[in-house]
């Protein structure tokens, strides 16, 4: 894995060809989604749609194996609480 591990940052596994939809919610700061697996990263979003700050990933994996999820924020030293749910 290409990221450094943070405290909110979260592994899990995956088949091939299954479906994760990873969405982060927060109303004070602009959400951002990154999904690596061993080889780097395969996906990254930062707002669902215009009208939001929210972000959403959905990711089907190519191959079986750990993927690691990293919620963050679009600009740099940027906190505040949020909502990670993983479908």
Known sequence: VT???SSGDV???LSAGQTVTV???STVCD????IFSSTGLVAS???RN???????????AATSGYYL???TTLLAN????YTLIIQ
């Open 69 to 71: 999820i990293v919620p």
């Open 50 to 60: 215009t009208s939001t700050t929210d972000a959403q990933i959905v990711y089907t």
């Open 23 to 25: 969405s982060m919610n």
């Open 31 to 34: 959400a951002f989604l990154q």
């Open 11 to 13: 592994f899990i596994y």
């Open 3 to 5: 990221s450094s591990f």
């Open 78 to 81: 940027t906190f505040g609480n």
């Open 45 to 47: 979003n930062d707002d």
